[in-house]
């Protein structure tokens, strides 16, 4: 690994701590990077996640005055993250990615248009009560079994699935959304990175290097979105979707993916 690869992976994991910590989306920066520095696509992906995984402390600590919050809905959630993360991790062992990975874009987009309705859905949700409420909720339970294992077999835009999972149900504290987003996350990360390390699909510099990066830019993205007004972190996340989903349609149908 050049010095030149190592800055370009440090500064990677920066950036996608610090978006990963406001809606997720950061292996779109990691994942290229590192293809650009010439590892293995499915290996990248690999470490990707495990670089990452690591920093997301750094968000959980700057979150963690909302944690009191949402704990009842934090472990009614656990399980089927578990669940999900152990199906996605052995699924990337045994699949190749590049047929699933063309369902992604599709998948980002739905997700972010869904967050961009959530007050639309909430108002037509309060005619029908507790009825509605609860059938909302299983939704959303059912809903993160697949977000899970795509979480943990490529993740990018996982962040925008959950926060659009959680507002339908009826949640509507942005941070608090956030902080059970991180802490879900990571949770599949982890179960993720777990299956990887002992697969030994990790290439370990270039994880450390994505690692000190993505220390800081958690911790500092969590840290200044709850300084921000919740429409304005709503914005971000609506544009970090937007463009998430522009980039990956572009990669899988645009000329340069025609071209071979």
Avoid at 30 to 42: A, D, E
Avoid at 139 to 147: E, G, R
Avoid at 205 to 226: D, E, K, M, N, R
């Amino acid at each position: 690994m050049t010095h030149l690869e190592l800055l370009a992976l440090v500064a990677a994991g920066c950036t996608a701590g610090a978006i990963n910590a406001v809606a997720g989306g950061g292996t779109l920066l990691t994942f290229p990077v590192l293809l650009m520095c010439g590892t293995p696509p499915v290996l990248a992906n690999a470490t990707s996640t495990v670089g990452l995984v690591i920093g997301t402390a750094g968000s959980i600590v700057s979150f963690r005055g909302h944690l009191k919050a949402i704990r009842e809905l934090l472990w009614q959630f656990v399980p089927v993250c578990l669940v999900g993360a152990a199906i996605g991790s052995w699924l990337l062992t045994k699949t190749n990615d590049d047929q699933f990975s063309k369902l992604v874009p599709f998948l980002v987009l739905f997700a972010t248009v869904l967050f961009c309705l959530q007050n639309v859905l909430r108002k037509y949700s309060r005619n029908h009560a507790a009825e509605s409420v609860s059938k909302a909720a299983w939704f959303s339970l059912a809903l993160q079994l697949p977000v899970a294992i795509y979480g943990a077999f490529f993740g990018a835009g996982i962040g925008i699935l959950m926060l659009a999972s959680f507002g339908f149900m009826g949640m509507t504290n942005i941070h608090e959304m956030n902080a059970m987003k991180n802490l879900l996350g990571s949770l599949i990360n982890v179960i993720a990175a777990t299956w990887f390390i002992a697969a030994g699909m990790v290439s370990w510099p270039q994880a450390l290097a994505l690692t000190s990066g993505a220390l800081v830019g958690y911790y500092l993205g969590a840290h200044f979105s709850q300084r921000i007004a919740p429409q304005r972190v709503r914005h971000l996340i609506t544009f970090i979707g937007l463009t998430i989903s522009a980039i990956m349609f572009w990669r899988q149908f645009g000329p340069m993916s025609a071209g071979g």
